[in-house]
């Protein structure tokens, strides 16, 4: 937090972790990334259940659950690739800030719409490499052959969803002003 001319100002990246950064964009926009946290929970805690009833049933001597680890693993990307959008969101994410808090507010913010930026074209060429990866395996047909038998293009799926709602939330931080505290 920077005091700028007798006030707090705080900035999209300086918000205090679960406050959004900024409600600018409104309620639909607040469910959207809220959605994306539920389905995280949601997959982790499907996934922690699903490790439970497979250790309990191993050590009951049934192997009903053979394909327990090959689910947990796409549950971890869909649950990661979930989160992070809401995390940022929140403001959750980690920053290693000792340098950035000693530089005056005006750097502040600079060196803040900079790593917003990079954020930005990070993610969005993450998305865009997913998708163009996703239709590549949906035209060649490519298939997962392990213990679940599916069609490859499923797997980028959550990455490129992912990464797409973080470029938004990225491109959301570069446009909004800095929120106030307490307004």
């Given amino acids: 937090m920077t005091l700028i001319g007798g006030e707090d100002e705080m900035s999209a990246a300086t918000t ?12 639909p926009y607040a469910l959207l ?24 049933l191993r050590n009951l001597g049934y192997d009903a659950l053979s394909t327990s680890v090959e689910v ?5 990307i869909i649950a990661t690739f979930m989160a992070a959008p809401w995390v940022l969101y929140l403001g959750g994410h980690i920053r290693i800030d000792v ?8 750097v502040q913010r600079i060196l803040d719409q900079v790593s917003n930026l990079l954020g930005l074209v990070v993610c969005g060429v993450l998305a865009w490499q997913c998708a163009a990866v996703a239709v590549d395996a949906h035209e060649q047909g490519a298939m997962v052959f392990k213990a ?19 470029t938004l939330e ?14």
């Fill in 16 to 27: 205090p972790e679960g406050m959004p950064s900024n409600t600018t964009w409104g309620r």
């Fill in 148 to 166: 679940l038998v599916f069609p490859e293009w499923w797997l980028n799926l959550p990455l490129m969803i992912g990464a797409g709602l973080l």
């Fill in 99 to 106: 340098l950035v808090n000693n530089l005056p507010a005006p």
């Fill in 170 to 183: 990225f491109l959301r931080r570069l446009v909004s002003r800095p929120v106030e505290q307490g307004a």
């Fill in 33 to 56: 990334m809220n959605a994306c946290g539920a389905v995280a929970a949601l997959t982790f805690g499907l996934m922690s259940l699903l490790v439970c009833a497979d250790v309990v």
């Fill in 72 to 76: 947990t693993e796409y549950m971890m």
